[in-house]
């Protein structure tokens, strides 16, 4: 069943193995079309109506499309950042920083819990002192 009829967020991709900015591979990925019947389809429109309105359309059909997810999303979280970076990079920057600086946070938490002196007098008291 194509993206197109299971009805996924995100719109068409740019296929990363396409030949010129993949915008004949995604179109025939996203719509499940060979993608020979795409690639026919811009030779006989460009035929109709001349070479640069279908060249001027595949190039911005290629600005406004997303490239291709290097690896395929795992959950909704994923796919929301994605989209996110793709579309606003700073906003998507902005929030990976602060994901650091949460990680960072915790991993300042453990380090005091873990080296004051009243954590090594109760894991030696415990019987964990390493014997």
């Not at 902005?94 to 650091?100: A, D, E, F």
Request: positive net charge; glycine residues 12%.
């Amino acid at each position: 069943m194509s993206n197109f009829a299971q009805g996924r967020p995100g719109g068409p991709y740019r296929a990363r193995n396409g030949a010129f900015l993949g915008v004949c591979h995604g179109l025939a990925n996203y719509f499940d079309w060979p993608v020979h019947v795409v690639q026919l389809g811009f030779c006989v429109a460009a035929g109709f109506t001349g070479v640069w309105p279908t060249a001027v359309a595949y190039v911005i059909l290629a600005l406004l499309m997303k490239p291709e997810p290097v690896l395929p999303f795992q959950n909704t979280g994923e796919a929301e950042f994605y989209h996110s970076y793709t579309s606003s990079r700073g906003m998507a920057l902005q929030r990976l920083k602060q994901t650091m600086d949460n990680l960072d946070r915790r991993l300042q938490r453990i380090e005091n819990i873990v080296t004051t002196r009243g954590y090594d007098w109760d894991r030696r008291f415990n019987g964990s002192g390493g014997k």
